[in-house]
């Protein structure tokens, strides 16, 4: 970052008396966020997040129109903050307020997009079951929160502290977006020409139903990136509270089945078909008011939907912004997706697209 911006950190942390504090930086995501772990003497330590607001684009207006959002860019297109720490900081106090464990804000000014947080610790999922652990108790109990986030009523506007952010809807456009970028960027990513007109039209006969069904069933607060490496395990604490959340101030009101998908579909671990059959069981246990039917049916095509959602994200990481890395996520997503297509006769169609369309050899 500019000295500027270094500058501007270190009055920050001074005004808000973590000058004295020893900086650790830490290893970032694919996102224009920093993070920095502050180490106090003789205190515990805290997480200091920079979010700088000039490295995003307008996050979405709650009244634009879908040719505004269009016209405004991506993140109000797909209807992402923006990395804006407003959203951040009212998401957190709206998940503490339900009895999970969001982190506490310490100190924060949004207009510069800086905040301190409390430190939940490395006790990501992902890291614990690389290193051994169980994950069924961890599975569990992120599927216990859920059951929890689904009972609430999802609010209108978001508060926490001194913010408030608009829970805006997980919507037919939001949907489109996340799929129609997999048919500019795969072409790209696997060397293959550009999808012919047909195509493309086929692709939107068949996803405009069931975009109409997500937007129609968004019912409750999604964290919307709910997966592995965003659950850190509190296991001091007890119940619902032992499941440490991050990276939620993208959240919308959604379909129930959309965080279902982005933790059983994870793109950065497998996660197997009898953990997700597990899980899936768990939730519709704990909520028999649910029609379950339509529930997995709703689970598989919106799955499906975020899986090629998710593969055209690692293939702009590929070839966009040169990280290799995200290489190595995309056959497993691509085997998650031939589980949606087994599970559910209606993505009959989306097998005769792809097969089509992206030959085997280009399912990489």
Known sequence: ???ERDELKAEFLARQGFGDARREPLAGDASTRLYERLHRPGGASLIFMDQPPALETQPCPPQASPDERRALGYNASARLAA?????????AGWLRSQG????EIIAAEPAVGLAVLEDLGDDQYAALIAGG????????AAVDALVQLHRAAAPKVLNGGDSSWPLLTYDSLVLQTGAGL?????PK???MPPFPQGALDEWEAFWAPIRARGEARATVFCHRDYHAENLIWLGRRSGVGRVGMI???????????????????????EVSAEREAASLARYLAARPEIDREAFLADYHALGALNVIRILFIFARQVEHFERPKYRTFTPRMWRYLERCLVAAPELK???????????LEKRI
Do not use: I, N
Request: proline share 8%; net charge negative; hydrophobic share 50%.
């Open 189 to 191: 990513y696997a060397k």
């Open 182 to 186: 997999f048919l500019e960027w795969w």
């Open 100 to 103: 999970l464990s969001a982190p």
């Open 1 to 3: 970052m500019s000295s």
């Open 133 to 140: 652990a169980d994950e069924a108790p961890l599975y569990d």
């Open 247 to 269: 990276d939620f101030q993208d959240a919308l009101k959604a379909h129930p089945a959309w965080d279902f998908s982005m933790l059983l579909h994870d793109g950065r671990r």
């Open 83 to 91: 990395g804006r720490v407003d959203a951040f900081v009212a998401c």
């Open 349 to 359: 169609p989306l097998r005769a697209w792809l097969d089509a369309y992206v030959p």
